[in-house]
């Protein structure tokens, strides 16, 4: 090769380079066939590339429409100068193609007739071949020496042409794919955070509505521990009391379970708290349940908790009175009440302290000191099959009988002044003064419902009495009760003084209770509510109004 043919040959190879700078493999593969039949005046030129799977080959060739056509070429037939060529990695020269072509090799039977010598070179990168490059010429024998270094040296530069506009489209596909991917995890986040937003203002309502229960609930509990507080401890000095008092002290410190007898209004409470306030566990909670105000088929939830779900209506989990007391004292009134059904279970705590929340198998451990309280004769429930026996010895290990206020008459002075100033300060009064005829006419009472009785009608008196002169609202001759002066033994021998049925007494208490809800206009609950005028719990009100159906109108 001398020096003009050697210039010539970098000409061409640079006007080569300068056709097959494209993007695309298809324009690559356009510009080199091109390349070839205006530039190198030869009729014939095609690619043989790998398929996307790399398992097949085809074809690409110049159309009479001066497009591109793409077949898929039959790598298996024999002989094969594509397959030769990019086995070996070397260039493949037929310098005379045979007339007969049916039974010769597959790239000949796919060229022109006119076509007489083929050149096939591999299209090599540093990973592999890729393909060949095909040039056909009409003569036979048209390959020279230098036209072989230009094809060679051109197969080379179309290879990396070729091999940079394939990772180009496959760098474009894979990003299509990744934008596709992108947009469809744009939507499912963006309907994760419309979810998101959705459950979040359910669970901000559910947390509203919770906070707002928990505040009446913390609202009635104040006013609870206020009521419960408002006797100012244990009033007085008869014999009875003062055992009580003694009975407290000795029981207190030592932990073991009390069991607190007497009738309804007596201070049965009262004696609860202090056992508690003088007990080491005084600064644990003291948690207090009216076992007659539960519903039969909430008690085991009542007191143990429950998980969510664990019946209809627990939509979260709860804590139980048992746990909430776990290291203080359970006070439970009312024990008498508690069904048959869940007296077992109340026992393996009081034995094991153990227990499990409804709805959950694991069992959990409390240390908690029992308190019970009742109006009934237990023996007499044993008997009649509504309470277990063994749980009965396990809360009377120390038992503490309360005296009605009938039989302590003597703490009635004490008691009374104690309510006339705790009310007067309360109704923002001036303390009136009490009387000797009103000590008469309050001792002369045989005060069926106890102290809680003298609480509601000292009240009543402050009430009814706004210049400061007591008067003091007690049944007398003929309305059901004994007249003042007149002993309990002479009354019920009188045969003057009616004898009132349980019919008549739950009727004058349901005429009460109402007369008291009307001039609360149905208040319950706090100050000049009506459980407050009678002096009682706002959730005993509830289940008395429940029982009696009382109903506001309207």
Known sequence: MDQNDYRKLLADLKRFDAEIHQRQVESVAG?????????????????????PDQKSLRVLARSEEDMISSEPFPAGDQPNMIARAMAKGEAVYCREVPRERKLGDALVRRIPEEIRSIAVLPLRTA??????????????????????????????????????????????AACERLQKECDLQKSALKKSHDDLEIGVARRTAEIQKLQERLHAENVYLKEELAGAHSYGGIIGECPSLKAVISRIGLVAPTGANVLILGESGTGKELIAREIHGQSSRKDRPLIQTNCATIPK?????????????AFTGAVSDRTGRFEAADGGTLFLDEVAEIPPSLQGKLL????????????????????????????KNLMEE??????????????NVFPIEVAPLRDRKEDIPQ?????????????????????????????????????????????????????????????RVGSGAPPPGQGRSEAASSPATPILTEADIAALQKQNMLAALIRCDWKIYGKDGAAQLLGIKPTTLIERMRRLKIKRPG
Request: hydrophobic fraction near 45%; avoid cysteine.
């Open 127 to 172: 990973e592999a071949v890729m393909g060949t490059f095909n040039v056909g010429s009409s003569q036979v024998d048209w390959i020279t020496a230098d036209q072989q270094v230009f094809l060679e040296a051109a197969a080379t530069r179309l290879a990396a042409a070729l091999h940079s506009a394939q990772a180009l489209e496959e760098l474009h």
């Open 31 to 51: 510009a080199v066939l091109r390349f070839v039949e205006e530039q190198l005046q030869q009729p014939y030129a095609s690619l043989v590339l790998h398929g």
């Open 297 to 309: 088929e909430l008690y085991e939830s009542e007191f143990f908790g429950h998980v969510k779900g």
């Open 415 to 475: 008691l009374a002044a104690h309510f006339i100033e705790v009310f007067a300060r309360r109704l923002n009064r001036p303390v009136p003064r009490l009387t000797q005829a009103n000590l008469m006419d309050l001792k002369a009472h045989d005060w069926p419902g106890n102290v809680r009785e003298l609480q509601n009608i000292i009240e009543r008196a402050l009430i009814l009495s706004p210049h400061g002169r007591l008067h003091f609202d007690l049944p």
């Open 382 to 395: 044993i008997k009649s099959g509504r309470f277990r026996e063994d749980l009965y010895y396990r809360l």
């Open 348 to 375: 393996r705590v009081l034995q094991e302290g153990e227990f499990e929340r409804v709805g959950e198998g694991r069992t959990r451990k409390v240390d908690v000191r029992i308190i019970a309280a009742t109006n």
